[in-house]
């Protein structure tokens, strides 16, 4: 198991195989030692994670959603790396959109769910640069999606 798996298991997570594109593009994209992982939307074992933030969820429960998103970005890594998730060296931006009511201003405390999972899952490899902003509507009435850019070794 690698060293990333290994810290992931002791954090209770598994990461799930790499979802199907639902449109015409990739999951990731590799160009030299950068990755560029699509959008990851919320969803967990029972199914997708619906609602807006501040109206159907709270803040709590936005930031939850915002960690399926990073377990499936790191899915998506994982493939990227062809297995070998130890390949990373950094996970460089997240781009966070929430879906939110037009007066709910908190989406930075969602998307610390995606950053806070993966600053505890990679140490600082995991620290990056971030955006985190809102959406009047998700693909599929998610509550939120994020995608990133990593590089590897």
Do not use: W
């Amino acid at each position: 198991m690698s060293e990333i798996e290994a810290k992931l298991s002791e954090l209770g997570v598994t990461l799930p195989d790499v979802a199907a594109p639902a449109a015409n593009y990739v999951p990731y994209v590799v160009v030299g030692d950068m990755v560029y992982v699509s959008g990851q939307i919320s969803q967990n074992a029972e199914g997708l994670i619906l609602g807006k933030v501040g109206a159907d969820l709270d803040t709590e429960a936005g930031a939850a959603a915002a960690k399926t998103c990073a377990i499936g970005l790191l899915a998506a890594l994982k493939s990227a790396c062809g297995g070998d998730i130890d390949r990373l060296v950094r996970v460089v931006k997240l781009v966070g959109f929430v879906n939110s009511t037009a007066d709910y201003t908190e989406q930075p405390k969602v998307i610390n769910g995606a950053s806070d999972f993966l600053v505890e899952a990679l140490g600082d490899k995991g620290r990056h640069a971030r955006s985190a902003v809102s959406a009047g509507a998700l693909p599929l009435g998610v509550a939120v999606e994020i995608e990133a850019i990593f590089q590897i070794a």
